[in-house]
C-alpha cells in the first residue's frame, strides 16, 4: 500500500450534477496530482497542486478543479457532469523538493465516477 | 508534444514463459524520466521503475528487467518466468523535466498482460 488514500469508492450520479472527489496524500507529501483513467485507457494528467495551488493543468475545461488543503490533502471538483465524464480517478502523492520535478508519484486506489 | 505508444494491446503466455513488452515514446526534451507501473484489477497504480534519460543502462530487478534505448526510444520491460500474479495492466509512462515546475507524466494506453496457469 502507498499510504495514498482516496473517497468515495464508488460513486454514481447524474448529468448535469456536480460531484467531489477527495484525496489524503502520503505522510510527508507535498504535492498532489489527479488523472482520469477512461476505461482501457492509459491515465490522463487533469492538473497538480502544490503548497496549496494550482501548479500545472493538462487538457481538462474549467468545470474540472481541485483544491489542497494545509494538511497536503486535496479535492477534485467536477461540475455540470457529462456521460464522458465517467472513468476511474487518481490522485497520487508525492514530495517535491528545490527544483527538482524527478519525484516519484505514489497513487491511491481511485474513485470510479459513474455518470448516467 | 509528449507522446508514449505500446503497440501490444493485450499479450497472453504460459506460465514460466518469458515475455517483453514494448513502449515507444516521443519527446523533444533532452532531459526526461521513463517509468513502468503495474494495474492490478484493484486499479491502484503500482510504481515498478523510474529512469531518466541519462543513464541508459539496463536494469534487472529479480524477475523484471528494463531496456533503455535512446537511440530507438524505447524502453521495454521483460518479466522472466512469468507467473499467473504478474497478471495486469502495465503503463510505461514519460515525464517531462522542469526546474521548480510542475511534472506532467504522460501514459500509454497499456498493455494487458494475461498469465495462463
Known amino acids: 500500500e502507498t499510504g495514498v488514500t482516496q473517497s468515495p469508492t464508488h460513486l454514481i450520479k447524474t448529468r448535469g450534477q456536480q460531484v467531489t472527489l477527495r484525496c489524503s496524500s502520503q505522510s510527508g507529501h507535498n504535492t498532489v496530482s489527479w488523472y482520469q483513467q477512461a476505461l482501457g485507457q492509459g491515465p490522463q494528467f487533469i492538473f497538480q497542486?502544490?503548497?496549496?495551488?494550482?501548479?500545472g493543468r493538462g487538457n481538462f475545461p474549467p468545470r474540472f478543479s481541485g483544491l489542497q488543503f494545509p494538511n497536503y490533502s486535496s479535492e477534485l471538483n467536477v461540475n455540470a457532469l457529462e456521460l464522458d465524464d465517467s472513468a476511474l480517478y487518481l490522485c497520487?502523492?508525492?514530495?517535491?523538493?528545490?527544483?527538482?520535478?524527478?519525484?516519484?508519484?505514489?497513487f491511491g486506489p481511485g474513485t470510479r465516477l459513474t455518470v448516467t | 508534444a509528449q507522446k508514449v505508444t505500446q503497440a501490444q494491446t493485450e499479450i497472453s503466455v504460459v506460465e514460466k514463459e518469458d515475455v517483453t513488452l514494448d513502449c515507444v515514446y516521443e519527446t523533444r526534451d533532452t532531459t526526461y524520466y521513463l517509468f513502468w507501473y503495474k494495474q492490478p484489477p484493484s486499479g491502484e497504480l503500482v510504481f515498478l521503475i523510474r529512469r531518466n534519460s541519462f543513464d541508459e543502462q539496463n536494469e534487472i530487478s529479480g524477475r523484471y528487467s528494463w531496456n533503455f534505448q535512446k537511440s530507438t526510444s524505447s524502453f521495454n520491460f521483460t518479466i522472466t518466468a512469468s507467473q499467473v500474479v504478474d497478471s495486469a495492466v502495465y503503463f510505461c509512462a514519460l515525464s517531462e523535466y522542469r526546474t521548480g515546475g510542475y511534472q506532467k507524466v504522460t501514459f500509454g494506453t497499456g498493455t494487458k498482460l494475461q498469465v495462463i496457469p
Open positions: 497520487a502523492s508525492s514530495l517535491r523538493t528545490g527544483g527538482s520535478s524527478s519525484y516519484e508519484q505514489y
Open positions: 497542486y502544490y503548497r496549496e495551488e494550482e501548479n
